[in-house]
């Protein structure tokens, strides 16, 4: 696609429930990552895929998340037991290559409520 | 100490000022970002320079790598520059952000 998209743009959820959003980047971007950014915050990285490889997880707050890109294109973060503290906007970027040295190309973002 | 520093973290200014919004890091980086973000909105990027000076229209970035200092400036700023603007600088792989600096330019 001409862009980074993600699904959904909203979601609310109760405290417990899992969750999964999904990031569409753009065709043909090997790199992905995903963000987190509370309010007021700006982005904290969470993941980074090259291809299917994921190569840094190290922002993942707790094994409650979980992230895949089983093809090296569509890739899907999972919050189960979701918890107030989660609720932010998760954010997907693209890039050709890695982030340091390639434009990256951010989607709209995935805003979470926990309630 | 964080990693990104910005300032000022709110800035004011009427239509057709100069603007400059300032970020210093001490991460290792092989280039730095500037991201705009809107109310409610998605995150564009501005620039990505790893070293001198970039412009586009109505934006300058430069960067001092020795200094580890980049600024963003805005020159004839508008009501629609009224923004977050996010100093991200990465190494090889991941970014790190900076709060961001809350613009408003009022008419």
């Known amino acids: 696609g001409a862009g980074v998209s993600q699904s959904p743009r909203y979601k609310v959820a109760k405290r417990g429930q899992d969750v999964a959003l999904r990031c569409d980047p753009i065709?043909?971007?090997?790199?992905l990552f995903w963000y987190q950014q509370a309010l007021g915050q700006g982005p904290e990285f969470l993941t980074y895929?090259?291809?299917?490889?994921?190569?840094?997880k190290s922002g993942l707050p707790s094994d409650r998340f979980f992230a895949e890109r089983p093809e090296g294109s569509v890739s899907t973060l999972k919050i189960q037991r979701t918890q107030k503290e989660d609720s932010a906007v998760y954010l997907c970027?693209?890039?050709?290559?890695?982030?340091?040295?390639?434009?990256?190309?951010f989607g709209a973002g995935s805003r979470l409520t926990v309630l | 100490k964080n990693e990104v520093e910005q300032s000022p973290q709110n800035l004011t200014a009427q239509e057709g000022e100069f603007i400059t919004i300032n970020c210093s890091y001490s991460?290792?980086?092989?280039?730095l970002h500037w991201l705009q973000q809107h109310p409610g909105g998605g995150i564009v990027s501005l620039f990505m320079?790893?070293?001198g000076k970039k412009k586009h229209g109505r934006l300058i970035a430069t960067i001092n790598i020795q200094e580890k200092h980049s600024s963003l400036h805005i020159t004839a700023s508008h009501p629609r520059d009224s923004a977050v603007y996010i100093c991200?600088?990465?190494?090889?792989?991941?970014?790190?952000f900076g709060k961001g600096t809350k613009l408003t330019v009022n008419p």
């Open positions: 065709s043909g971007h090997v790199s």
């Open positions: 991460v290792g980086i092989s280039a």
């Open positions: 970027a693209s890039s050709s290559g890695g982030s340091g040295a390639n434009v990256l190309t």
């Open positions: 991200a600088p990465g190494g090889s792989e991941k970014l790190v």
């Open positions: 895929f090259q291809n299917e490889a994921q190569l840094d």
């Open positions: 320079l790893s070293s």
